[in-house]
């Protein structure tokens, strides 16, 4: 099927950068958004970043102005940009494909990541 596999998480200082990637993976058609969410201990899974085909984004209210989502169609992978980390981004963060699987756009997915694991502490 589809598989989606983060990569780039660790530990980080406040105030720190870090940057995420995701690629997407087996029979796709084509894929008409990819974004990123993040699950703290004890609370629910939030929208962190999303960008569809034609590069439109949306950010989570707590992002805003720190995380930038970027994305390569031709290669199947979504960027995250962290910039200036706070220890409430401490999550693990996941990955999020959605699209049309096949030979056609007849068949829906929407496919996660097993998620990678950021933490900002001093």
């Known amino acids: 099927q589809v598989q989606v596999v983060e990569s780039g998480g660790g530990l980080v200082q406040p105030g720190g950068s870090l940057g995420l990637s995701c690629v997407a993976s087996g029979s796709i058609y084509t894929i008409n958004a990819m974004g990123w969410y993040r699950q703290a201990p004890g609370a629910e899974r939030e929208l962190v970043a999303q960008?569809?085909?034609?590069?439109?984004?949306n950010y989570g209210d707590s992002v805003k102005g720190r995380f930038t989502i970027s994305r390569d169609n031709a290669r199947n992978t979504v960027y995250l940009r962290m910039n200036s980390l706070k220890p409430e981004d401490t999550a693990v963060y996941y990955c999020?494909?959605?699209?049309?699987?096949?030979?056609?756009?007849?068949?829906?997915?929407?496919?996660w990541g097993q998620g990678t694991q950021v933490t900002v502490s001093s």
């Open positions: 999020n494909v959605r699209g049309y699987s096949g030979m056609s756009s007849s068949l829906v997915f929407d496919a």
């Open positions: 960008i569809t085909s034609g590069h439109s984004t």
